[in-house]
């Protein structure tokens, strides 16, 4: 490897590790290896769903609903990892995280199959 293509390498923080909890690093072009990886797991995550749930919300803001009740979880275990440790695994976040990246991948899917309707609504004293 010459100098140039040293300096062209640049390293990329990676979550991949399975057994260990902190970042360990990838040279960037390892990262064209990992991805199509990581999005086959993303699609494999939405077809479980799919298989589980066929049925997605028409209303949108129940479909968006959905997705944050995924970034809470996967929230939740970033927080528990970094404060409670023993609570959490780099494993479990990555697995929520997935989980999240499906549920955002199913709203777009329908965003052109919503009603945007505003809920009724009633005062409160
Ligand atoms: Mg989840």
Same mark, same amino acid.
């Given at each position: ?64 609903? /959905?997705? &944050? +009740?995924?970034?809470?979880? !996967? =929230?939740?275990?970033?927080?528990? $990892? ?10 479990? /976040?990555? &697995? +929520?995280?997935?989980?999240? !990246? =499906?549920?955002?991948?199913?709203? $777009? ?13 009633? +005062?409160?004293?």
């Amino acid at each position: 490897m010459n100098d140039t293509e040293q300096n062209e390498k640049r390293w990329i923080p990676s979550l991949v590790s399975q057994h260990h909890r902190q970042l360990h690093w990838v040279w960037k072009e390892e990262i064209s290896e990992w991805l199509p990886s990581l999005h086959s797991e993303i699609d494999a995550e939405l077809q479980r769903a799919k298989s589980k749930f066929p049925d997605w919300p028409t209303d949108p803001i129940h479909a968006f609903a /959905i997705v &944050t +009740e995924e970034f809470g979880e !996967a =929230a939740k275990e970033v927080l528990q $990892l970094t404060y409670e440790p023993k609570k959490s695994t780099i494993e479990r /976040i990555r &697995t +929520e995280t997935i989980q999240l !990246a =499906a549920m955002a991948h199913r709203f $777009l899917e329908s965003l052109d199959r919503y009603e945007f309707k505003p809920s009724a609504q009633h +005062e409160q004293q």
